[in-house]
C-alpha cells in the first residue's frame, strides 16, 4: 500500500512476549528435536549434526560459559570459519544474556584491532585457524580475559579448548538468562554504515525475533523447499542470522566454509539440494561457467540472493541452467536492518520482478527522498531509500554521533542508496550514495583503504572507489598522488597494500596515479569525479 508516497508492508508481525531470542531459539531447537532429523551437514566433511545435537551443545556450552562467568552485559566474540561448533557456541553466548559479536577470520591486523577496539569483548572463541592468524592480536587487547578454541589442541597455555568447557545437562529443563528485549542487543556486527571505518552494529533481542519472525510468516513448511545450500560466512550478517533463522523453521542446511566450485555444484545432486542461498558473484558463476553444465541442478526450486544488486540479464541466464527453478528471489537490507528490510514475494504466491529488491516486509514502512531537498517522492522517482520499523538497529557502539546521522526527522533509517519503488511500491536499487564498495558481496570501506595506502611515504594523498565488475560487483581502486619527486610503481605500491589488507579489502582494480584528488569545498573526496575518471579510461582503452 502506497499512502502520501510512503510504502507500507502492513500490518507489524507478532513476537514472543518474553522478547528474548535464546529463549525462542532454544524453543524452537526443542521442538525440532523430537526425531533425529539433520540441521546442518558440512559440505567439506561430511559431518551431520542433528537439531537434537545443536539444542544439547548449545544449553551445555552456556552452562559452560556461565561458569567461566559470561553475563548479560557482557560482549564475547567468535571468529572462525564456518564449522560444525560455531552455531551451538554463538547460541551458548546468547542464553547467557551477553552479547554475540562476530570477526571475520581474513582481517588484517589493523582490521582486526580497529573491531576489537570498538565490541571489546571480555571473551573470544577461535577455530585453530583463527588462533594461528590472530593469536597475538587477541593477547594484545586488555578487555579479553579468556580464549576458547573450538577445535584442536590449545595452541598456547592459557588457552581453553572449547571441548572441556562444555558442561553436561538436562537441555529441557535449562532456562537462559532474562533479558530487556526491547534494549539489550544481542548481535554487535559490522558495518560502514553510510560513510567511514567500520561501526559496530548493534541489534536487539527485539531486532532478532522479528528477523526470525519473518521467516517463520513466509515458511512454507513445503518439502520441496527443506534443503537449503549456503556458503555464506557466518561473520556476516547475512550468513548468520539466515543460518539460524533456517534452524528454527526446520530446515536442513548443506554448509561450507569457502567457495570451491566442484564441490559446491557435487553438493547440490548428492543432497538433493531445492534452495540456493547466494550472493551475486555466485548466480554469475551458475549462469557463465562451462563447469556448470556438466553438473545435474534439477533439484533447485529456488534462489534467494542478497548482499548486492543482481541484474535481470545474470537471472535470466543463470535460470537457464536450473530446469526446474522457480526464480532467483532477491531481498533488499543492510546490516543496519537486521538483515532484509524488503523481499521479493514467496515462492508460493507469484514470480519475482527481476532484478528488484521486492517489497517492504510487514510492519515495515519505506520512502524515497530527493537527494537535496529530502522531499518525499513517488513511483519511479530515484532518490534515497530511507527504512522504518522493528527492523532498524538500536544504533552504532559507542558513535551516538553516527547513530543520529543515520536517522532522519521522522525516524526513518537513511540507507545511503539510491533506488525507486515502481507503482506496486516493488524497489529497485540502482546506485549508492554511500561510499562502501560491494566486492563479491563483502563491504569494502575506501576510508580503511585510503589509510593504509597512505602509510607509504611516497603517497600524498589518494582515492578509493569501485571499478564496476560483472563477476565481482565492484573491485576497489585507487587514485594516488604522489608527493613532489617520488617515485614508486604500481607494483610496488600494491605489495605494499596487500601486505596490510585482508584478501577482500585488497586493491582488485589497480592503483591509478593522477595529479591531484577531486575534492569539494570542504575537502570532501568526490568519488563521483572519481568515478567518471574510470569510466573515461575505460573508454579510451577500447
Not at 551431520?48 to 561458569?67: D, R
Not at 560502514?192 to 512454507?220: C, I
Not at 538500536?394 to 536517522?407: C, L, N
Request: charged content about 20%.
Amino acid at each position: 500500500m502506497i499512502v502520501n508516497n510512503v510504502v507500507y508492508g502492513g500490518p507489524a508481525l507478532n513476537v514472543p512476549g518474553h522478547l528474548s531470542y535464546a529463549q525462542y531459539i532454544l524453543d524452537k531447537l526443542k521442538e525440532n528435536s523430537a526425531g533425529d532429523d539433520v540441521a546442518l551437514v558440512n559440505g567439506e566433511t561430511g559431518v551431520k549434526t542433528t537439531f537434537k545435537q545443536i539444542y544439547q551443545e548449545t544449553v551445555n556450552a552456556a552452562n559452560g560459559l556461565k561458569k567461566l562467568g559470561v553475563k548479560r552485559g557482557d560482549v564475547v566474540g567468535i571468529c572462525s570459519e564456518n564449522r560444525d561448533e560455531y552455531i551451538a557456541a554463538a547460541l551458548g553466548v546468547v542464553c547467557c544474556g551477553a552479547t554475540i559479536t562476530t570477526f571475520n577470520l581474513m582481517y588484517s591486523k589493523d582490521e582486526f584491532q580497529h573491531v576489537l577496539n570498538i565490541s571489546r569483548p571480555n571473551l573470544v572463541i577461535c577455530s585453530e585457524v583463527a588462533l594461528k592468524l590472530h593469536h597475538g592480536v587477541l593477547k594484545s587487547q586488555s578487555s579479553i580475559k579468556n580464549i576458547i578454541q573450538l577445535n584442536g589442541a590449545p595452541l598456547a597455555s592459557g588457552i581453553l579448548a572449547f571441548r572441556n568447557i562444555l558442561e553436561q545437562s538436562d537441555a529441557s529443563i535449562y532456562e537462559p538468562a532474562e533479558v530487556e528485549g526491547w534494549t539489550d542487543t544481542v548481535f554487535i556486527l559490522y558495518s560502514s554504515g553510510t560513510t567511514g571505518l567500520p561501526k559496530g552494529v548493534m541489534l536487539t533481542h527485539l531486532n532478532a525475533l522479528y528477523a526470525a519472525a519473518n521467516f517463520e510468516a513466509r515458511d512454507t513448511k513445503d518439502d520441496n523447499f527443506s534443503r537449503i545450500l549456503s556458503i555464506i560466512p557466518w561473520f556476516h550478517a547475512y550468513g548468520l542470522i539466515s543460518t539460524i533463522n533456517y534452524l528454527t523453521t526446520k530446515k536442513t542446511l548443506i554448509y561450507f566454509s569457502s567457495f570451491n566450485p566442484q564441490k559446491y555444484l557435487g553438493a547440490i545432486p548428492e543432497y538433493k539440494v531445492n534452495v540456493l542461498i547466494a550472493v551475486p558473484p555466485i548466480v554469475v558463476f551458475l549462469a557463465k561457467a562451462p563447469i556448470v553444465e556438466k553438473y545435474d541442478l534439477s533439484s533447485v526450486n529456488v534462489v534467494w540472493c542478497g548482499a548486492a544488486p543482481l541484474s535481470p540479464e545474470t537471472i535470466n541466464e543463470a535460470l537457464k541452467r536450473m530446469p526446474n527453478c522457480l526464480g532467483i528471489f532477491q531481498a533488499y537490507g543492510m546490516t543496519e536492518t537486521s538483515l532484509a528490510a524488503t523481499q521479493d514475494v514467496s515462492e508460493e504466491t507469484a514470480l519475482p520482478k527481476p532484478g528488484s529488491g521486492g517489497y517492504p516486509l510487514p510492519g515495515v514502512k519505506a520512502k524515497v527522498v530527493d537527494i537535496e531537498n529530502r522531499r518525499k517522492l513517488g513511483p519511479n522517482q530515484e532518490g534515497e531509500i530511507c527504512l522504518k520499523g522493528p527492523v532498524v538497529m538500536k544504533g552504532y557502539v559507542g558513535d551516538e554521533a553516527a547513530s543520529r546521522q543515520m536517522i532522519d526527522e521522522e525516524g526513518y533509517l537513511k540507507t545511503g542508496d539510491i533506488g525507486y519503488y515502481d507503482a506496486d511500491g516493488c524497489f529497485y536499487v540502482v546506485d549508492r550514495l554511500k561510499e562502501l564498495i560491494k566486492y563479491k558481496g563483502y563491504q569494502v570501506p575506501p576510508a580503511a583503504l585510503e589509510r593504509v595506502i597512505l602509510q607509504h611515504s611516497a603517497v600524498a594523498e589518494c582515492g578509493v572507489v569501485g571499478a564496476p565488475d560483472e563477476v565481482a560487483g565492484e573491485l576497489p581502486t585507487a587514485f594516488v598522488v604522489l608527493k613532489p619527486g617520488a617515485k614508486l610503481t604500481e607494483a610496488e605500491l600494491l605489495r605494499f597494500t596487500d601486505e596490510r589488507l585482508s584478501s577482500t579489502t585488497r586493491l582488485h582494480g589497480g592503483i591509478i596515479f593522477i595529479s591531484e584528488i577531486p575534492k569539494n569545498q570542504s575537502g570532501k573526496i568526490l568519488r563521483r569525479a572519481l568515478k567518471a575518471l574510470l569510466q573515461e579510461k575505460k573508454k579510451s582503452k577500447l
